[in-house]
């Protein structure tokens, strides 16, 4: 089958989409990577096609003529584009572009077994987002997210999606935080505290809880900046300071605790300060997972362990999974979701503790815990301190 022949019967209402990868020669001013799905506007068939640069995505609308003369100039700098179609999936292997002669394309086409539903083609269709874009957020502004218009810059696209994914993570555990008296709420590694000013805008100005936030994070300019926007919006219960996870110990009870990015062992010690305190809601993003990285051994698994960056992800994984795992063991009922999307960064999971009044704890959980790391040689820093 030519290429021609095969984009002529596969661009139409029953493309999913397609991605088109693996440039040849990287150039960072460039796309890496080119993302094509069908729209319709004014009940016209179009598509757009999405090409990242860097840490931006620029887009465009063509009609499929014009569609089909992009894919062409596309497959001169990348070898591949996948199709996933309703009713097939599509694999186009393009061979090495040379000025003055003729292209060659390996087509594969697979049947499914199984028709997929089509999609909403509407371009118009809107995602709900809990900030919305066009309603001025004052913190959003400073914090160079939004325009003092309302509308989110383009290349903060990505924290702006963030900041609103991290507010229906809450959304979903305000069942668990009461009205009837001042909740407190903990931030540890709270940095530029974007996510920290969501939080508090969110359940205070939007929600109407009465809330203490504290943000705690290592950086003194940091924080002094923090401090000073808290007081330009009024924020009279949202305080910052220098600290240190593993020592603070300036409060007696907290109703919610989070930790995004903690590196290494400092995720550990944020989650066992919640445990101790009760806190009914921890959510972490924990990052640099080292410590597992170091000891990790089993002869089963050699084939993994003999590579360093399969060692790294494997480790990754089983501490994120002991940390779940303790959690429950400690009486609470605990997932494991994802933050972000993964074309943005690699750490982007979250985990999710809600504290289960029904239970004392999970004595299964934890002999699983305690079962597997045995088997891997691990000695993991929250098993020590919960």
């Not at 698994?301 to 480790?315: C, F, H, S, T, W």
Request: proline content about 2%; charged content about 30%.
């Amino acid at each position: 089958m030519e290429l021609k022949e095969f984009l002529e019967s596969n661009l139409n209402e029953k493309l999913i989409d397609c991605t088109i990868s693996a440039r040849r020669k990287k150039d960072e001013k460039k796309a890496y990577r080119v993302k094509i799905r069908p729209v319709k506007i004014n009940d016209k068939l179009l598509f757009q096609a999405e090409e990242f640069v860097g840490r931006q995505a620029f887009h465009k609308n063509l009609e499929k003529g014009e569609l089909i003369e992009a894919i062409k100039e596309y497959l001169k700098e990348f070898s591949q584009a996948q199709f996933n179609l309703t009713d097939a999936t599509g694999l186009v292997l393009a061979s090495k572009y040379k000025e003055g002669q003729e292209q060659h394309y390996t087509i594969k086409l697979k049947k499914a077994k199984e028709v997929k539903a089509m999609r909403d083609l509407n371009h118009n269709k809107k995602k709900r987002y809990i900030l919305e874009e066009g309603i001025l957020v004052p913190f959003l502004v400073d914090l160079g997210v939004m325009t003092k218009e309302g509308k989110i810059v383009n290349s903060r696209y990505d924290k702006f999606k963030q900041i609103n994914r991290f507010l229906e993570f809450i959304e979903d555990i305000l069942p668990s935080l009461s009205k009837d008296r001042e909740q407190t709420i903990i931030d540890f590694g709270c940095g530029k505290s974007y996510l920290t000013f969501a939080m508090y805008y969110y359940l205070k100005v939007l929600k109407g809880y009465d809330i203490r936030v504290i943000g705690l994070d290592l950086k003194e300019d940091v924080i002094n900046n923090c401090n000073a926007l808290a007081k330009d919006y009024g924020y009279d219960k949202l305080n910052f300071y220098v600290g240190d996870i593993a020592s603070y110990k300036d409060v007696d009870a907290v109703d919610m605790v989070v930790t995004l990015h903690a590196c290494d062992t400092a995720t550990d010690y944020a989650l066992a300060n919640a445990v101790k305190w009760g806190a009914k809601v921890i959510l972490s993003v924990p990052c640099c997972q080292h410590e597992a990285n170091k000891t990790i051994d089993n002869e089963i698994l050699k084939p993994v362990m003999d590579y360093g960056i399969l060692k790294e992800r494997l480790a990754a994984i089983i501490t994120d999974a002991s940390r779940a795992k303790m959690l429950e063991a400690n009486g609470y009922d605990t997932q494991i979701l994802e933050f972000i999307d993964m074309e943005h960064t690699p750490k982007n999971l979250l985990i999710r503790g809600v504290k289960n009044s029904k239970k004392e704890g999970n004595k299964g959980a934890r002999l699983e815990n305690d079962t597997m790391n045995q088997a891997l040689n691990l000695d993991l820093t929250l098993s020590r301190l919960i």
